[in-house]
């Protein structure tokens, strides 16, 4: 069983790929840490606990983090809603720890642990800020984020998690651990529509359901798109099934000050590039996903 913690920021898909990480059965999930992104600290968090309660895994500890990206202001995304939940608009607790930084430290610095975010990375920045040398100790980081060929979905060049908080991005860009980064290169051509979530069976049919319904709809009215897309299911599909993967190593830098490109994901497509700093996944086998995807939610 592969040692992860999930840096998450739910949010409709990372609500499902909390339910794949725990259905899968593959996951000891040491830790759901919570960031601001697609909704405030408050809702991500509320949501966070209201997903591991719907498993009934309220054994895997919450703790919050970020409140805000590390220089800017927060920028909320619109397809989740004003919950960031809609569809299902948790009303439980939120319980705010605000350690989600130290927590990450004390766990990555066990070692043999694999990081996994799904939201901004500022949670992930302040811990390396804080601690380097436990950090290091990480065994990898996989990301769901940026763009590398592909136009941005929160800006003509920029991804929405690299977006909100470019300067977070930059910093665990550029920190010398394993790294891979699934960008929407991988992540656009992945769409489930509302009779795939028809499909499955079991008690996460229903909310399953509950939650796509808006998000399908929202996503068609900010993007175009007439379809749920997997963002960060796929993210942990990847590490689940990396022989439906296709990759590339690539040198991936962060634009932290353009007046247009803020938050574009910068790959250095030349012959003679800098050394590669991650792994980009630039496809994943849509149908395997969305086979797999079906058959462990009902599980």
């Given at each position: 069983m592969k040692n992860i913690i999930i840096d998450t920021d739910p949010g409709h898909d990372d609500a499902l790929a909390i339910m794949l990480a725990v259905k899968s059965g593959m996951f000891n999930i040491r830790a759901v840490t919570t960031v601001a992104g697609n909704s405030t600290i408050e809702n991500t968090t509320r949501n966070a606990r209201y997903i591991l309660k719907?498993?009934?895994?309220?054994?895997?500890?919450?703790?919050?983090?970020?409140?805000?990206?590390?220089?800017?202001?927060?920028?909320?995304?619109a397809v989740h809603g004003?919950?960031?939940?809609?569809?299902l608009d948790p009303q439980n607790d939120a319980n705010l720890?605000?350690?989600?930084?130290?927590?990450?430290?004390?766990?990555?610095?066990?070692?043999n642990v694999t990081l996994i975010t799904?939201?901004?990375?500022?949670?992930?920045?302040?811990?390396?800020?804080?601690?380097?040398?436990?950090?290091?100790?990480l065994k990898e980081i996989v990301m769901m984020g940026g763009a590398i060929r592909v136009p941005g979905n929160k800006s003509r060049?920029?991804?929405?998690?690299?977006?909100?908080?470019?300067?977070?991005a930059d910093i665990v860009f550029r920190f010398p651990a394993k790294k891979t980064l699934v960008p929407l290169d991988a992540c656009n051509h992945v769409k489930l529509q509302l009779e795939d979530f028809e499909r499955i069976g079991g008690k996460l049919r229903e909310p399953a359901i509950a939650m796509m319904k808006p998000y399908i709809r929202n996503i068609k009215n900010n993007e175009g798109v007439s379809?749920?897309?997997?963002?960060?299911?796929?993210?942990?599909?990847?590490?689940?099934?990396?022989?439906?993967?296709?990759?590339?190593?690539?040198?991936?830098?962060?634009?932290?000050?353009?007046?247009?490109?803020?938050?574009?994901?910068?790959?250095?497509?030349?012959k003679?590039?800098?050394?590669p700093n991650m792994t980009v996944i630039e496809r994943i086998d849509s149908e395997a996903f969305k086979n797999d995807f079906i058959r462990i939610l009902s599980g």
């Open positions: 719907l498993l009934g895994r309220e054994d895997i500890p919450v703790y919050s983090g970020a409140e805000k990206p590390l220089k800017r202001e927060l920028v909320q995304a004003k919950s960031g939940f809609e569809g720890t605000g350690n989600a930084a130290e927590k990450i430290i004390s766990i990555a610095g066990e070692g799904l939201g901004p990375l500022t949670n992930i920045a302040t811990a390396i800020k804080q601690n380097p040398e436990a950090m290091s100790k060049t920029a991804e929405f998690n690299i977006f909100v908080d470019p300067e977070a379809a749920a897309l997997m963002y960060d299911p796929l993210t942990i599909y990847s590490i689940m099934n990396p022989s439906a993967c296709m990759k590339g190593l690539y040198n991936v830098m962060v634009e932290t000050k353009g007046e247009l490109t803020s938050g574009m994901s910068v790959a250095d497509m030349r003679k590039c800098g050394k």
